[in-house]
């Protein structure tokens, strides 16, 4: 059985408090695993729910790693945010990537650093 992880890419550009930050962080990951095959969704929680906040430079290669995301086949969640606090309504703020195989997600992620 391959070891599963999440992956949740955030906007440097933005500069996002610390706790919107996290808020952000959180929506992408629950988004992305409702969208997720529950057989994968399960292992992943079996080996503790792995998962790790990568940081892009902006919303162009954000949308990079998206489209790099469909082409692997892998659940992506894009998260929008409402605009009550912070950002502008409609601001792209991160990607949730997962959870799936880590190899597969590194293929597309593993150069990117932590947030």
């Known amino acids: 059985m391959p070891s599963y992880k999440q992956v949740i890419l955030l906007r440097r550009d933005l500069a996002l408090p610390t706790g919107k930050a996290a ?3 959180a929506h992408a990951a629950v988004e992305a695993a409702f969208r997720s095959p529950a057989a994968k969704v399960k292992e992943w929680r079996k080996q503790g729910m792995k998962k790790i906040v990568l940081g892009v430079a902006d919303l162009g290669e ?7 995301c ?8 894009l ?5 009550h606090t912070v950002v502008q309504p409609g601001t792209v703020t ?3 990537i997962g959870p799936d195989a ?8 593993g150069k990117l650093l932590p947030l």
Do not use: F, P, R, W
Request: proline share 0%.
């Open 79 to 83: 998260i929008t945010d409402a605009g």
């Open 23 to 25: 808020a952000q962080a």
């Open 102 to 109: 880590e190899e597969k997600i590194n293929k597309v992620t």
């Open 94 to 96: 991160c990607l949730g």
């Open 62 to 68: 954000l949308l990079a790693y998206q489209s790099k």
């Open 70 to 77: 469909k082409a692997a086949k892998l659940v992506a969640a």
